[in-house]
């Protein structure tokens, strides 16, 4: 089992920046591919981007040249650096984890961009 914790939501401006973390705990060695999902009301869950032990990174065309994701394995820690955030960004966004063959998800962070 994987427990996943995240954290840095809030509230920005539009224009502004917030950089999500997640904490992964439990069974964390047999961590493979970190990513981040979002889901807006009304709408699908649907991906960020993705960060694989090894290889490249991959991002939704939205916000291709304004996110950026990264991992520190020593913390089995996935982040996400938000900037240039877009009103359109607003969402609960989620952590997913690939450990031992299995999907994990963390509980969700609120993401509002509003002025």
């Known amino acids: 089992q994987v427990q996943l914790v995240e954290s840095g939501g809030g509230l920005v401006q539009p224009g502004g920046s917030l950089r999500l973390s997640c904490a992964a705990s439990?069974?964390?060695?047999?961590?493979?591919?970190m990513a981040w999902y979002r889901q807006s009301p009304g709408k699908q869950r649907e991906f960020v981007a993705v960060v694989p032990v090894y290889g490249s990174t991959n991002y939704a065309d939205s916000v291709k040249g304004r996110f950026t994701i990264s991992r520190d394995n020593a913390k089995n820690t996935v982040y996400l650096q938000m900037n240039s955030l877009k009103p359109e960004d607003t969402a609960i966004y989620y952590c997913?984890?690939?450990?031992?063959?299995?999907?994990?998800w963390g509980q969700g962070t609120q993401v509002t961009v509003s002025s």
């Open positions: 439990g069974s964390a060695f047999s961590i493979n591919a």
């Open positions: 997913w984890v690939v450990a031992g063959g299995r999907n994990y």
